[in-house]
């Protein structure tokens, strides 16, 4: 089965080959341009650049969605094609986030029926680490034609959600810092806290110095949240759907079964001042 990261070194080895599609995911929250400005000022060679708001979210509907409402798949398919992914594309996706970003483009990939699809480990500062080549130069890819298969069952919808969040069945896990997970500190949303009965697993507990810890430590701290659940059994939210994925992407990387994911999260949870919110 192939891994869902690939390391620098690997992907120096693999960098040029026709079949694979770099693609640079790098994105602040609270500085929406600066990912694209430092795509520009330098990137790995021949990758293209996945704006988080534009090209892997759908606009917000306010009061309704979360802060990165899942694309329309029709819509996605056709920026993907646009940026050379085929059916037999390998596509390696990079952030300066720690994966907190690719993570989100593997997922979404998995999510269209797309499993050649590798996060870097690491990301960019790693690649400058062990000496790979940063060009400025933006290529123009030679478009291909890709087809969604949609795999609805990655997905756990809000009606499930509330209802684990009553009965505790499955079991939810929070990917957010634990101080926004307690309520302590919101810096983004409106509402401070988390959905009842959910369990903190910080994705950067996956974490080792900035890349993904070995497969082992990633299973301990993905199943001490678990706590006897089976990870498939599980759902995994974040503040918008996108840190989230990175816990789905650490469940592979250690072996066991992927949870599904609760796209709108927390942000979708809160704009109705009726569903509950816990706070410590």
């Keep these: 089965m192939q891994s869902p ?11 040029g080959a026709p079949d694979v599609i770099l693609v640079d995911t790098r994105f602040d929250l609270m500085k929406p341009e600066a990912g694209r400005l430092a795509y520009q000022s330098g990137h790995i060679p021949g990758a293209v650049y996945a704006d988080l708001n ?3 979210s759908a606009p917000v509907v306010p009061g309704v ?15 993907l094609g646009s940026w050379g992914v085929s059916p037999s594309s390998l596509v390696v996706a990079y952030d300066d986030a720690s994966g907190a970003i690719a993570a989100r483009l593997w997922w979404l990939l998995q999510w269209l029926g797309h499993e050649r699809v590798q996060v870097l480990d690491g990301g960019f500062r790693a690649w400058l680490d062990e000496g790979g080549e940063v060009e400025v130069d933006v290529r123009a890819p030679q478009a291909a034609r890709f087809e969604p298969d949609v795999r609805t069952a990655l997905l756990a919808p809000l009606d499930e959600v ?14 957010r810092a634990t101080p926004r997970f307690y309520g302590d500190e919101e810096p983004i949303d409106p509402v401070p806290g988390h959905i009842p009965g959910a369990r903190s697993v910080p994705f950067t507990t ?7 810890a070995e497969p082992a430590r990633v299973r301990t701290a993905l199943e001490r949240g678990l706590a006897g ?18 816990l789905l992407l650490g469940a592979v990387h250690a072996g066991l079964p ?12 809160i704009t109705d001042p009726n569903r509950p919110v816990e706070r410590r």
């Design 5 to 15: 990261l690939i390391s620098p070194p690997d992907l120096m080895q693999r960098l």
């Design 54 to 56: 534009r090209d892997l």
């Design 65 to 79: 969605t979360g802060r990165h409402p899942l694309p329309d798949p029709n819509v996605l398919a056709r920026t």
């Design 162 to 175: 509330r209802a684990a969040s009553e009965t505790g069945s499955p079991v939810l896990l929070d990917a």
């Design 206 to 212: 996956l974490l080792d110095a900035g890349r993904f």
């Design 229 to 246: 659940t089976p990870a498939e059994a599980a759902v995994c939210y974040c503040g918008s759907g996108v840190t989230a994925c990175h």
């Design 258 to 269: 992927m949870p599904r994911l609760y796209a709108g999260s927390y942000s979708e949870w």
